[in-house]
Each structure stands twice: as C-alpha cells, then as structure tokens.
C-alpha cells in the first residue's frame, strides 16, 4: 500500500518534478554534435570534450551561411 503524503511532501514532490522537467527542456535545446564513422555508426560528441565549442560554432556559422542565401 502506497503511503500518502502530507502538503508538505506532496509540495516538494511537484517542486522537483518541475525543476527536473526545466533541466530536460534545457537539455533538450543546447546544440550537440554527431560524428559518425566510415561505417555510418554514430557518436555523439561529449559538450565538454575538447574542440566541441568550435565544432558547434563552425556549425551555426554554416547554417546561418545557407539560411542568408
């Protein structure tokens, strides 16, 4: 039998099932990187694995490029 919980728990219940849904949507809209093999198998690129930054900036510089055409 499930035990109920008073306002107080039923409160920080709703409290950290919002702050985990905002971390998902953040997640969810920060830019990552693909790399795939010569077999066609992906990897996705660490956010704090050296040269992502750069690999994310030359991205957008290159949509931004096609978008202005």
Do not use: F, N, W
């Amino acid at each position: 039998m499930k035990e109920s919980r008073g306002l107080l728990g039923r409160t920080v219940g709703v409290l950290a099932d919002s702050v985990a849904a905002a971390a998902r949507r953040k997640r969810s809209h920060e830019p990552r990187v693909v790399l795939y093999d010569s077999t066609g198998a992906p990897r996705l690129l660490s956010s704090d694995a050296p040269g992502c930054d750069r690999v994310v900036e030359l991205a957008q510089r290159m949509i931004a490029h096609v978008a202005s055409e």
